[in-house]
């Protein structure tokens, strides 16, 4: 009896030692490496604790299923918004994650930051998606080119609703003139994902072109932005 007694005691204590560890993510990447911790599990050594009843991997991983698992998705929201919508994620807190997904951001944008050049659509839509596709509004960008077409600059030219952004060739061409460009890109996000253009798109894009040609400033592209998938005017035709 006192030697089961003693080796479900060193269970129960194995349980509890393999248990302790799966709550405690930061001990657990430093015996076991970051790329062992869930997308949850990372974000709980950000938040550090959760709150009464809740664990922070599983807060964590709440905030996690309320989106789709899909960080992007978090990204959307102000950090009130998730300091509100979650107990144990104050303001502080919530700041902090933002910040994160900032740096992964960031990060994932460095490949693009010495004079990118710009191929062809995938080349464009790679560099537009590290800071285009986790926005809730529509935006619309011009990226400057010289003539060996790396980027020499990008300026936000348009600032819309969830459904739609005007473009106003006027303020592109300043932009293009001033940064002496040889070409540029215009593109926008489509924050429904679908990718059509809209008959607006269509209108805009022919405007831009003929206001590009008088002025000596070829329209490469006018590319419509969504995640996972993009329109290009210049691989359909269109320009």
């Excluded at 949850?40 to 604790?49: D, H, M, R, V, W």
């Excluded at 593109?187 to 002025?215: G, I, Y």
């Amino acid at each position: 009896m006192g030697n089961d007694f003693d080796k479900e005691k060193i269970k129960s204590r194995a349980l509890k030692h393999n248990t302790a560890l799966d709550d405690r993510p930061r001990e657990k990447a430093m015996k076991y490496g970051f790329s062992t911790l869930s997308a949850a599990e990372l974000f709980a050594i950000i938040l550090g604790s959760g709150s009464r009843g809740e664990s922070v991997v599983e807060l964590c991983q709440r905030i996690l299923n309320d989106h789709d698992n899909k960080i992007y998705k978090i990204a959307r929201h102000k950090y009130s918004d998730l300091a509100r919508m979650y107990r144990g994620v104050g303001e502080v807190k919530a700041v902090e994650i933002l910040a994160a997904i900032e740096i992964a951001r960031r990060f994932q944008g460095e490949e693009f930051e010495d004079d990118f050049q710009i191929t062809d659509a995938n080349a464009a839509y790679r560099y537009l998606s590290t800071f285009m596709l986790d926005k809730e509004h529509e935006e619309m960008w011009v990226l400057l080119l010289d003539r060996a077409k790396h980027v020499k600059a990008r300026e936000l030219v348009s600032t819309g609703g969830t459904t739609a952004t005007v473009g106003d060739e006027k303020i592109i061409l300043k932009h293009a003139i001033t940064h002496l460009a040889s070409s540029i890109i215009l593109a926008h996000n489509h924050p429904s994902n679908n990718p059509r253009p809209s008959m607006q798109d269509d209108v805009l894009t022919r405007r831009m072109k003929q206001a590009c040609e008088a002025v000596g400033i070829p329209l490469d592209d006018h590319i419509i932005m969504c995640r996972g998938n993009y329109y290009s005017y210049q691989v359909e035709g269109k320009i």
